[in-house]
């Protein structure tokens, strides 16, 4: 089982940068996949970003690539999402999850591949 935390969250203007950290504990946090994906007001959860166990893959949303970046630390358990040139649309509760690796992109986007969610960050983002 694994337990995830957020943190990092805030208020930023547009064109700014943050960075949002999700702690994990338990066994099996470094052999699962780890994805990001985020909830606007009125709106359903979509995928922002994923990663692969050992950190060879990385996926991204079209809408935040070349934007953000995303990163884990297997000794900290530790995963990161870098954001840059952030725009009002980004606003959102940013969340993070753990769940089964995969060599297909549609597997990393899709919510049920992940099985343990945490409780989210907010992210504003003001123009």
């Known amino acids: 089982q694994v337990q995830l935390v957020e943190s990092g969250g805030g208020l930023v203007q547009a064109g700014g940068s943050l960075r949002v950290s999700c702690a994990a504990s338990g066994r099996t946090f470094s052999r699962s996949a780890m994805g990001w994906f985020r909830q606007a007001p009125g709106k359903e959860r979509e995928f922002v970003a994923a990663i692969s166990w050992g950190s060879a893959s990385t996926y991204y949303a079209d809408s935040v690539k070349g934007r953000f970046i995303i990163s884990r630390d297997n000794a900290k358990n530790m995963v990161y999402l870098r954001m840059n040139s952030l725009k009002p649309v980004d606003t959102a509760v940013y969340y993070c999850?753990?769940?089964?690796?995969?060599?297909?992109?549609?597997?990393?986007?899709?919510?049920?591949?992940?099985?343990?969610w945490g409780q989210g960050t907010q992210v504003t983002v003001s123009s």
């Open positions: 999850a753990a769940g089964d690796n995969s060599d297909y992109y549609s597997d990393y986007v899709a919510s049920t591949t992940y099985h343990y």
